[in-house]
């Protein structure tokens, strides 16, 4: 079992890299990997310029939004005891989204702090579901309605001012729309320094994520304030779907199916949990962004189009092979 967890990590780390270096060097401008590197490191060169410039942020960008977007699913599943929450499904993402447009829109010398606007607004709509769902404990059915009746409220919201807004706002447009292909170097320093430090809060806290499995008196009787941890943890969630929104926009699936892979490959224990999501999210997101750039070239797809379109038929094969470890 130790073996398979660690060739699962093997693996993920190969595959991540092997496709960051394929995405690299796919779409209208190629080079071979030699000039690549010389471009990169040793003279300049103008299309390796171009290439560095447009497509580098556009998949780091991929990267660090998977891996944050799967981070916290694992969160909020861990949190709400819920194998079906996940930021985008539960009205997190959208709430954050709709805030982030707005402030773009509308006062966008504030750009630099739209994170912490998104991270408000998706600290409002985590409010919302839990207040709305919470009746004598936490019913994962009507966790789920309630977000999903949420994600439909703010998504409306979005949508009605995309169209309202037309061509006025491009980038607002853009972030409701999920568009990470005009990303700059500045937008991945942006997000890396917000990304960066909630997974690092995640890996502090990844051993307390395992008393929530248990019961709440039993958590006590260990001398654990459960509310306390459970706000904490919350907080960690909402703030990694929150700037990760508020950069690529709203994306869902990705913080469902890939906890739900994590735990057949590496098991529940969420010290190894999630840095493994970490990697799987980040390269589950950039396989969807290379792929939609490359399937109707020269269109391109927007990942979170490719995430909706195969998330749904996929969560549902993982569930249906997988009874043993989530229980019929």
């Known amino acids: 079992m130790r073996y398979k967890k660690i060739l699962s990590f093997v693996i993920i780390t190969a595959l991540l890299i092997g496709l960051f270096v394929f995405a690299v060097n796919s779409g209208s401008l190629k080079v071979s990997y030699g000039q690549l590197l010389r471009g990169l490191f040793v003279e300049p060169d103008e299309t390796v310029s171009i290439i560095c410039d447009l497509r580098f942020p556009r998949i780091i960008i991929a990267m660090l939004a998977g891996a944050a977007l799967a981070v916290s699913g694992v969160l909020f599943q861990a949190v709400l005891k819920n194998p079906l929450a996940d930021p985008g499904i539960i009205g997190i993402s959208s709430g954050a989204s709709f805030v982030s447009a707005l402030i773009i829109a509308y006062f966008p010398t504030l750009f630099f702090f739209t994170p912490v606007f998104s ?49 006025s706002y491009t980038s607002a447009s853009e972030l ?134 195969v998330g749904g038929p996929f969560f549902i094969i993982l569930l249906k092979r997988s009874d043993k470890t989530y229980g019929n």
């Not at 004598?136 to 409220?153: C, E, H, K, Q």
């Not at 039993?218 to 459960?226: A, D, F, H, I, Q």
């Open 176 to 309: 409701i729309n999920a568009n990470i292909s005009m990303k700059t170097w500045q937008d991945v320093r942006l997000l890396s320094v917000y990304v960066i430090i909630g997974l690092l809060f995640a890996v502090i806290i990844s051993g307390r994520c395992n008393l929530l499995a248990l019961e709440d008196k039993t958590v006590r009787s260990l001398g654990v304030n459960v509310t306390a941890l459970r706000l904490v943890v919350s907080v960690v969630a909402v703030l990694l779907a929150s700037i990760t929104t508020a950069v690529a926009g709203a994306v869902s699936f990705v913080g469902l199916i890939v906890p739900h892979m994590g735990r057949i490959l590496v098991g529940s224990e969420h010290r190894l949990l999630i840095p493994f999501s970490a990697l799987l999210g980040a390269f589950t997101l950039l396989l969807a962004d290379t792929v939609g750039r490359l399937i109707a070239y020269p269109y391109e797809i927007s990942p979170a189009v490719i995430m909706s379109v």
């Open 119 to 167: 991270f408000m607004g998706g600290m409002a709509a985590c409010i919302l579901v839990y207040s709305l769902s919470y009746k004598n404990g936490f019913s994962p059915l009507r966790i789920i309605l309630v977000g999903v009746a949420t994600d439909a409220v703010f998504s409306g919201l979005s949508s009605a001012f995309n169209s309202m807004s037309g061509q």
